[in-house]
C-alpha cells in the first residue's frame, strides 16, 4: 500500500541531508485544500506548505498568471525593470498605508530579515532586540535574531550585540531599549514557537518605547502576513505603524518571494550599491502573488479567514484533550492536554489530514484562506478522531 511513499524514501536516504528527516511521504498534486500523495491517498493539507500556499494549490488565477508571465519573461535580474515588482510593489505599499514606503524584494523570510538587519546598520547602531522563542530565519544572521536555543547552540559564535527578551513582558522592553539600540524585531505572533500571542497592547506599547529611543521597530510579518491572520500583516490591530516589515511565505502564493518593507520616513533607505539579490523579485513570483493578492481582495479573503478561525476556535476549545486554541484567523496553535503531538501528527496523516507540530504539546494549522465550510468541517471531524486515538493509546 505505502510502497511509492517508502521507497521515495529509501532514495531520499540516499541522496539527501538528514536536516529535515525523512519525509513520510511523497506527494504528487494538490488541488485547493487536497493533495495526494504517490500511493493515491487523498489529504486535506491544512499546513498549507507552512502557511505558503494562501490561495490553495493549482488555483487557476495563479496557474494562469505563472503559465502567461513565464511564457513572457522569465528573469532579467535587477538590472532591469518588468511591470509585476512594479506592481506588487505599489500595492504592498498601499497595504502599509504610508506615502514613505519602499520595497526591497528578496526570496525567503530569512533573506527578508537579513535585509532588515543590514538596513538597521544605517543608523550607526549595531544593537538588536529580540524575543525568546522568536524565529526569524536560519541563515547566520537571520540565525542571530532567533530566540531558539537548540537551532543555534551548534552553529555558535553567532552576532553578538543581541539581546532576547520574554516575548510579550513589556517591563523587560522598558529595561533593555535606550538610544543605542538600533532595531527590535517582532512577529505578532510567534508562528515556529507554537502560535504564541502576546498580550494585547504589547506591540503598542514597544512602539511607543522605540518612538521614544529612536529605535526601529521592525515587524516580522512572514508568517503572519498576506491575510493569514485576518489582515494583510498581522499587526494592523494594535494600530501601529512599524519602521520595517519583513514577508515571505504567503507573500508569492506558493512560488518563493520574500519582501522588506521600510515604511516610515526615518528608517534609513539602502543606497545603490549596498544590498542586492539575483534572483529577488523574480517575474514569475511576482505575478504569482499579485494573483494571490487578487484572489484573496476579490473573494474577501480577509474577511473569511477570521470567520473560519473563529469557528475552528470555539468548535475544538469544547474538545476533550484540548487545553486552549490559540492564534488570529488561520494560524491557530492548538495546544493540547499532553506531550502527543507528534503522534497526533502521524495518527491524522493516516487519517488523511496533514497537521504540523511546532512544539510537543502544540499542533500548528495554516490552511489555504480558500478553505470551504465542507472542508473546514472534515477537519473538525477528523482531528477529533485522531485526537481520540492518541489519547487513546497514550493514557493507556
Ligand atoms: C518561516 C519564517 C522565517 C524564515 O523564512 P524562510 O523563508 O524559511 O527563510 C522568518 N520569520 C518567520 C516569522 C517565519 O515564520
Redesign the pocket.
Known sequence: MKKSNKGAQDRWKGSLQDNYGTPALKLERGKGSIVWDSDGNRYLDFLGG??TTVVGHAHPSVVSAVSHQISELSHVSNFYMHEPALKLAEILKGFTGEDSARIFFCN??????EAALKLSRLTGRNRIISTEG??????IG?LSLTGQSAKRTPFLPLLKNVKFLPYGDITAMERAINRKVAMVIL?PI???NGVVVPPLGYLKAVRELCDSNGVLLCI?????GMGRTGSWFGYEHEGITPDII?M??GLGGGL?L?AMIAVTPQTPRFSPGQHGSTFGGNPVSCAAGLAAIDVITKKNLLERAQKIGARIKSELSRVEGVEIVRGEGLLLGIVLHGDYSAQLVDRARENGLLLNAPHKRVIRIAPALTITDAQTGEFIKKFKLSLAQVRMEHLG
Open positions: 507552512i502557511a525567503s523570510g530569512a533573506e527578508a530579515n522568536a524565529f526569524h530565519g536560519r541563515t537571520a512577529e510567534q508562528g515556529e516580522d510579518a512572514v508568517q503572519t519583513t515571505a511565505k518563493p520574500g
